[in-house]
């Protein structure tokens, strides 16, 4: 049968429904409170790929070496092609609508549960994917993507380390009630790395993902399974949590600042929980990781799988005391009293180890880790296992006991210091620290020489650049931003402290290659042009990360194309700064560019939610929803990414109301040509260059109509023209309100302060 319900299924029916699903039909039968679900099982699934016949090219398409991360990313890419492209049989479909139907007209979970996931010897942490808040029209769909999710990156490599054959290993998926937790988090039922009877409670607001990612830094509750008592309890300042958004998606919010510090769990809440997980353990006979949410005062059980991280070896009388010891009883993260600490965290992998500190950001480039390095990272993520297998430790600033980095760490069997708060800015590559994963603590190593950029410090204080190098930032409301003009000015770009990038072209990338688009595709293919552009944008989005990165699509005139290869096939214009160029050019060659929308596309795949999408040269709203459908044609939801337009022309500036109603998220001034063309100026032309003004009031008037009526629909305002860097202009759009400033690279830091001495007036003039 295509779909089972828990009350069905058991640990003997691991082949058919997978780990995770047989686990709660475990909990299900010994009357543990797990909310109601059905499973579509492996069979269904395996059935589905022979059917369509899909299933010896996806198994052919996977075989590579995973250590080859470009053969790895093409073959992760085809196969979960090959399954979203191909229809579920009308058969299953009926059964499945049949089976939720048949819960009831409610939102649920749809989870991965592969048949080698959850297994005593391997959990496979975070290999396939879960949707919350899935409704009755996205079921299916979501399903496929869960079987899509077996042929991840992450997942194949994985598969391959721990010796599964991709062939063998099927995949169920369990949808089940939602639960719209108030406060969720994770459970070992005895110490992940001893198997003493202490049970490890981690909590925070909202739903349990937050906690399992490692987005926030949770409560930690430690209870003495033996005598009841609760040794240690750590309330961690919670920033962020997971909640059902007004669309029924899945979002990340804020924490109301009242309940960040506040303490989650009540001493009865962790005594129930406490039980629960007892029960859960002596039922499977071995310590478990459970997952649990609470809503209206009752406890469900979302999963439970072994602990496979236990080592026997280990002394866990010593290792109790060294947790009491390093532990905080109400508040902050547990500290070391050693002078050589340069900082503290969640010890969450035991062991020691020394090494050279590699900063990494979301989804960096990794191959810079090495063997024996200490990644330092705001909080892993499944893509980076690789290079966590190659280091010698794992740092991070956010998470808890059961974050993906600490899970993955103890089944690597490396060292591991998570919630660090601030390691990603307190260290720096290049250092040589010892890290503690039983105390938590990062301790000094031996500097490595370096006269340019490192002076010798004195043993335990915090690294730091030299202060010349990284001046204070001002701190302002209004936003300051950067332009990028080609990728190998991120780095230097994002030293300026900036609050993002106003703008990066992508006619750079495409310039760089000596072709035009069409020219470079027919010589290299799509494939080719599209990771000229997303390998372009990464080197800005990683150096920024999580700071928003504004990406303007082509926009360079039919003279600049002409100079390349192929560029006999371009115009030839009297004036080209008037002609074909920007949108225009786009929407007349909506097959190039469908290219850079995949582009972008790649790159939320990828990760990279900081990338924005700007559309240049519009005049008036047609263009902007003739784009918009391109770019639902490739797959960019408008509704999920945010993206904008330039106000270039006194067309745009006067349609602006227009304009927002297409569901833009943000306008930008580009003033060199919404000067020229304000003031017939042709900014090239040398004869009338002294007439070319950004500050005449014909423009200014234009700019400040845009920003009033952005602010009316909730439109972000930004300006990234050469004109930003004038401290006129930064006066002038202060006072009007724009959102914010993106300046040239050398001029972020005057600008910034120019801002703040504009704010400053405009506070003291409200309250005198």
Known sequence: MPTLWLDEIGADDLDRVGGKAASLGELTAAGLPVPSAFVVTADTYRSFIEVSGIDDELFDVVDVDSDD????????????????????????????????????????????????????????????????????????????????????????????????????????VVVQQMVDAEKSGVMFTSHPSTGAPTAILEAAWGLGEAVVSGAVSPDNYVVDRESGEIDEVTVAEKKVMCVRGDDGETVERSVPEEKRTERVLSAEEIHRLVEV??????????????????????????????????????????????????????????????????????GSSPGKATGEVRIVTKLDNLDKVEEGDIIVTEMTTPDMVPAMKRAAGIVTDQGGMTSHAAIVSRELGVPAVVGADDATDRLRDGQTVTIDGDMGT?????????????????????????????????????????????????????????????????????????KTPACYVEDHGERAYIDEIVDGVRAVADAFYPRPVRVRTLDAPSDEFRQLQ??????????????????????????????????????????????????????????????????????IDPEKRDWGVMVETPASALCIEDLCETGLDFVSFGTNDLTQYTLAVDRNNGNVAGRFDELHPAVLDLMSRVIGTCREYDVATSICGQAASKPEMVQFLVDEGVTSISANIDAVRDVQHEVKRVEQRLLLESVR
Request: aromatic share 6%.
């Open 69 to 172: 991360s470009h053969a790895l990313a093409g073959a992760a890419e085809r196969a979960q092609e090959l399954i979203l492209e191909t229809d579920v049989p009308q058969s299953v479909r009926e059964e499945l609508l049949a089976a939720y139907d048949e819960m009831g007209d409610m939102d649920v979970a749809v989870r991965s549960s592969a048949t080698a996931e959850d297994l005593p010897d391997a959990s496979f942490a975070g290999q396939q994917d879960t949707y919350l808040n899935v409704s009755r029209a996205d079921l299916l769909q979501r399903v496929k993507e869960c079987w899509a999710s077996l042929f991840t990156q992450r997942a194949i490599y994985y598969r391959n380390e721990q010796g599964f054959d991709d062939a063998s290993v099927d995949i169920a």
């Open 277 to 346: 997980g007892e029960r859960v353990q002596d039922h499977y006979g071995t310590p478990q990781d459970v997952e649990w949410a609470i809503f209206e005062d009752e406890v469900y059980l979302l999963q439970s799988r072994p602990i496979t991280t236990i080592d026997e070896s280990v002394d866990t009388t010593a290792t109790a005391d060294r947790s009491s010891d390093s532990g905080v009883a109400d508040g902050g993260s547990m500290q070391s009293q050693s002078d050589d600490v340069r900082l503290s965290g969640i």
């Open 442 to 514: 990062v301790e000094q190593g031996t500097e490595i020489a370096d006269t340019e950029s490192e002076a010798e410090e004195p043993a335990g204080q915090t690294a730091q650049q030299p202060q010349a190098h990284s001046p204070v930032k001002p701190m302002t409301g209004t936003e300051v931003k950067v332009n990028v003009s080609i990728p190998e000015a991120a780095e230097r770009a994002a030293a300026t402290g900036a609050d993002g990038v106003g703008l990066l072209r992508i006619e750079h990338m495409i310039l760089s290659t000596d």
């Open 566 to 635: 192929g560029g006999e096939d371009e115009p030839s214009e009297h004036n080209p700064m008037l002609g074909y160029r920007g949108i225009r050019r786009s929407l007349d060659r909506p097959g190039e560019f469908k290219l850079e929308l995949r582009a972008f596309e790649r790159l939320y795949e990828l990760g990279y939610d900081n990338v924005e999408l700007m559309l240049p040269l519009v005049t008036d709203a047609e263009d902007v929803l003739r784009a918009k459908s391109l770019m639902q044609e490739v797959g």
